[in-house]
């Protein structure tokens, strides 16, 4: 039988909690089944036990602690995401948001959810709030958690107790489940109430099952609430709030014995789907080297001109080009068609109204394949091994994130990169070598060549705050996460002047006083030397 690996921040050895209690039921329904598992913490794992183990199927559960290396490592693997929070967010949150819904640039560990053979969430609630931020279609709503039939005959036993008239609430040191609140409401309605824990499961089922009432008002979405479902099996009523799953599942209406034997029958429910997964075959899917990343909107005299340079690229066969066209209304569409009747991989997505340039850019991103994404704009030409010259520098140096050359300036569109009218003039935001100072600039310029991982763990282009300047706002947030970026020391392609970086209008001057207040920390004596620019920009 297949190997299974189970990876985890912790089991319940180290911590006690509703996702380390499931886990630990699903172990034991893997090892029953005759499945050798092998259980790993996620801070623990490394290169050497990913190759090893490269050919088993993985349960990724809680994995705040697994590397963003390895993450990477694993996307390519075969893999479920058991999903028991919110961990594609930053804050981990979704209640910080309106309708629960994040912005792009707070959005985290995209592709490794995406890549997923499926990711496995607790209620039609969680599964709501996934799809609403990541927007993917390999989510599974298990309905449900897994309790073993040793603990559902003792909560049945339990649910028979002779109960007081008073109200449960969850006695918890942790900020978001709300104690105090629920405290607060009782003392105000003048309900009788308990504060009940205990380091002990049994005995806290057991202290659970004396009072009528549960009472719990979380802050954040609950993807179930185990404590909640548990409360339900023993029979107490449940004074609750909109954020918690089970509350929302169709079962939740039963309770006692009806509850405990539904609960029963979910076990199989849920196993079975782990299962079939484990068990169904999976084929690696041969990733492109690159992708290669454009959108425009009535491109029509740069078009033809751009196709034929990127498609020449020397190592453009190995590569995809995703294209993401927002509703020109030229013959852009009918040009493409004639590349992508040639080529097949070229991803051509055609949008029903405008858009602007950075949603376009991140709905790119989200289809990428590769581990590497490059910029290619219709007005630009790059030199025909540019993308190979920066792909083998990141690839030769696994410690940087971005990669990035000179670019000439020119004035003139449709020019080819060895001949050019641009007198060898060299573009201001490329000419520097890495530095944080350097940062001032937005110094990987108009070729970068980055790591998807930025993204993994940056979040997207800020669609929502950038109209000019979110590639600048977007390399700063990598540096402030520590990506370190590498000059390679050569002309790689060729850049009209002007465009949407260059408008010099207002708006995007205030737009880049913002941004230069935001990352103040990360210029150094360059702060002090530009704060009087960027300064007088600023309303107020």
Request: proline share 3%.
């Amino acid at each position: 039988m297949k190997e299974i690996v189970f990876i985890a921040d912790f089991f319940t050895e180290h911590v006690l909690g509703g996702g380390e209690l499931n886990n630990k039921e699903l172990l034991s329904m893997l090892k029953n089944a005759g499945y050798n598992v092998t259980k790993a913490q996620s801070h623990a794992i490394d290169e050497t036990f990913l190759k090893n183990k490269k050919n088993s199927f993985f349960i990724i559960s809680n994995f705040i602690n697994l590397s963003i290396d390895n993450r990477s490592k694993i996307r390519n693997l075969n893999y479920i995401i058991y999903e028991h929070d919110h961990k594609y967010l930053k804050s981990r949150d979704p209640s910080t948001y309106q309708d629960l819904k994040a912005g792009p640039a707070d959005i985290i560990n995209f592709h490794f959810y995406k890549n997923a053979r499926a990711v496995l969430c607790q209620s039609n609630f969680h599964k709501k709030i996934i799809e609403k931020n990541l927007g993917i279609d390999n989510i599974i709503n298990l309905g449900g958690n897994l309790w073993s039939i040793e603990i559902l005959e003792f909560i049945r036993d339990l649910s028979n107790n002779e109960k007081k008239d008073v109200c449960s609430i969850l006695n918890s040191p942790i900020e978001h489940k709300n104690t105090r609140l629920a405290s607060f409401l009782c003392e105000k309605k003048q309900i009788d109430y308990e504060l009940v824990a205990s380091s002990d499961y049994k005995e806290f089922l057991k202290l659970l099952s004396q009072n009528k009432k549960f009472m719990f008002l979380p802050k954040t979405p609950e993807t179930l609430s185990r404590v909640t479902v548990e409360a339900r099996m023993l029979g107490c009523s449940i004074i609750a709030n909109n954020m918690i799953g089970a509350t929302q599942e169709p079962w939740f209406n039963l309770k006692k014995d009806e509850l405990i034997d539904y609960m029963i029958s979910k076990r199989n429910q849920i196993f079975s789907i782990v299962k079939e997964l484990a068990d169904s075959n999976f084929t690696e899917k041969k990733r492109p080297l690159v992708s290669i990343i454009t959108t425009f909107y009535d491109c029509e005299d740069t078009l033809e001109f751009f196709m034929s340079n990127i498609t020449e690229q020397t190592i453009f066969d190995d590569c995809e080009l995703i294209i993401v066209d927002a509703n020109s209304q030229g013959k852009e569409q009918q040009l493409i068609d004639t590349y992508t009747k040639k080529y097949d991989n070229i991803i051509y997505i055609r949008l029903d109204e405008r858009q602007l340039p950075t949603p376009c850019l991140n709905l790119a991103i989200k289809k990428a394949n590769a581990d590497f994404i490059t910029f290619a704009f219709t007005d630009d030409v790059k030199k025909q091994n540019c993308i190979e010259i920066l792909y083998n520098e990141i690839i030769n140096h696994p410690t940087i994130s971005l990669t990035y050359g000179d670019t000439l300036i020119t004035t003139k569109k449709n020019e080819t990169f060895e001949n050019n009218s641009s007198n060898n003039i060299l573009s201001d935001y490329s000419k520097l070598s890495f530095s944080k100072e350097n940062m001032i600039k937005c110094l990987p310029g108009p070729m970068p060549l980055w790591n998807i991982n930025i993204h993994e763990q940056c979040g997207f282009f800020d669609e929502d705050n950038c109209n000019y300047a979110d590639d600048w706002e977007m390399w700063l947030r990598s540096v402030k996460y520590g990506h370190i970026f590498k000059k390679v020391n050569e002309v790689v392609g060729l850049v009209v002047q002007g465009g949407r970086s260059q408008q010099g209008n207002i708006e995007q001057r205030e737009e880049e006083a913002r941004i230069f207040y935001k990352y103040k920390n990360i210029f150094g004596s360059n702060f002090q030397k530009f704060e009087p620019y960027f300064k007088q920009f600023l309303k107020g």
